[in-house]
């Protein structure tokens, strides 16, 4: 069974900001044989993509709204994915999930594992 637990939200104001982290484990899973990515989901909205990292190489891909002020990366040696936001919005405020599809390109909309999820909210 794989596990994805993220970890590092919290309350920031606007203008601030914060890392993720988002932890894998499993006793057959090889996390650098998955693209993995950050979604989140506002209340009463439906989840949408934030970005997502390549299985291979180091393509990442993003969501318009936050191009320029967040940044992907991994490190697999850690089984670890990580979300830097900066120069963070009201609008950023939403539960944050991490989640992982095994060798698909990097805009898949695909995925075979979720985590939690972790709150996050910024204040105006």
């Keep these: 069974q794989v596990q994805l637990v993220e970890s590092g939200g919290g309350l920031v104001q ?3 900001s914060l890392r993720l982290s988002c932890v894998a484990s499993g006793r057959t899973f090889r996390f650098s044989d998955y693209v993995v990515a ?3 989901q506002a209340p009463g909205k439906e989840r949408e993509f934030v970005a997502a990292h390549s299985w291979s190489g180091s393509a990442t891909n993003y969501a318009d709204s936050v191009k320029g002020r967040f940044t992907i ?8 994915l990580y979300l ?6 009201p609008d950023d405020t939403a539960v944050y999930y991490c989640a ?3 060798m ?8 075979d594992y979720w985590g939690q999820g972790t709150q996050v909210t ?3």
């Design 84 to 89: 830097q936001m900066n120069n963070l919005k």
């Design 14 to 16: 606007a203008g601030g």
């Design 122 to 124: 910024v204040s105006s």
């Design 104 to 111: 698909r390109v990097v805009t898949t909309t695909i995925y």
């Design 73 to 80: 990366s991994r490190d697999n040696a850690k089984n670890t």
């Design 38 to 40: 950050w979604f989140r």
């Design 100 to 102: 992982a599809a095994l």
